[in-house]
């Protein structure tokens, strides 16, 4: 079965620093991957997605994130956060259907909160 | 731009009461979604649906249903609510195909 890890449960960070946050997801075949935000009290947000082509995807508030196939991996970064960005941070990737394409149900992570501190 | 509607945003129930969570989409999307939302779990899937009186289980149905009569509108049910319903449940829908995922603000149920 597909899973996604997020490591770090919360990432403090100074305002204007630049933040990385940690997604791997386990899939055997070509999955698509995707991060959502979620400011409180609010529902989810697409932050940006990777369904194909360039490993490098640009989103929204300038983030960005890199599909990295070899490792599994597609992190989250932004090269100089605000306090604004202070919110929780979900990573998922598309389920599978039984014969083996992807279906639009997701597959989240536990989440990492990301703490913009002035 | 697309609107997700959950009617109620907090609810506190009893414990055996029946419960009903409603959602409303605009966006005459198919498919829609039940997740529910515990912290250091993360969203997980309760139901989906398809298309219209089409439903299937999700990871963890147990001690909910679902009812989708019109295609905009999708309802939770929870037939005798308990207090480990305790939680935050969040509605979506999507067009046909891979994509993104619309979410609803949330409706955060507790039982008491």
């Known amino acids: 079965a597909q899973s996604v890890t997020q490591l770090d449960s919360q990432v403090p960070v100074f305002e204007e620093a630049p933040v990385e946050l940690r997604c791997n997801y386990s899939?055997?075949?070509?999955?698509?991957l995707f991060w959502y935000v979620q400011y409180p009290n609010q529902g989810l947000q697409l932050l940006l997605k990777?369904?194909?082509?360039?490993?490098l995807v640009k989103g929204i508030n300038g983030f960005e994130a890199e599909f990295n196939k070899s490792q599994t991996s597609f992190h989250l970064r932004k090269p100089s956060v605000h306090i604004s960005d202070t919110a929780e941070y979900f990573c998922a990737v598309s389920a599978l259907a039984g014969y083996g394409g992807a279906t639009n149900k997701l597959i989240f992570g536990t989440g990492t909160l990301l703490a913009v501190q002035p | 731009d697309v609107k997700v509607t959950q009617s109620s945003r907090y609810l506190v129930k009893r414990t055996g009461e029946k419960v009903f969570l409603e959602c409303v989409q605009d966006?005459?999307?198919?498919?829609m979604f039940w997740y529910r939302q515990d912290p250091g779990l993360g969203l997980r899937l309760i139901y989906f649906?398809?298309?219209?009186?089409?439903?299937e289980k999700g990871d963890i149905p147990e001690g909910y249903s679902v009812s989708r009569e019109k295609k905009e509108r999708f309802s939770l049910i929870l037939e005798s609510a308990s207090t480990n319903q305790t939680s935050m449940y969040l509605c979506?829908?999507?067009?046909?195909?891979?994509?993104?995922?619309?979410f609803g603000e949330g409706s955060r149920l507790t039982v008491l």
């Open positions: 899939s055997s075949v070509s999955v698509y």
């Open positions: 966006m005459d999307h198919e498919n």
């Open positions: 649906s398809y298309d219209v009186k089409m439903k």
């Open positions: 990777y369904l194909s082509g360039s490993t």
């Open positions: 979506a829908s999507s067009p046909q195909g891979v994509g993104e995922l619309f």
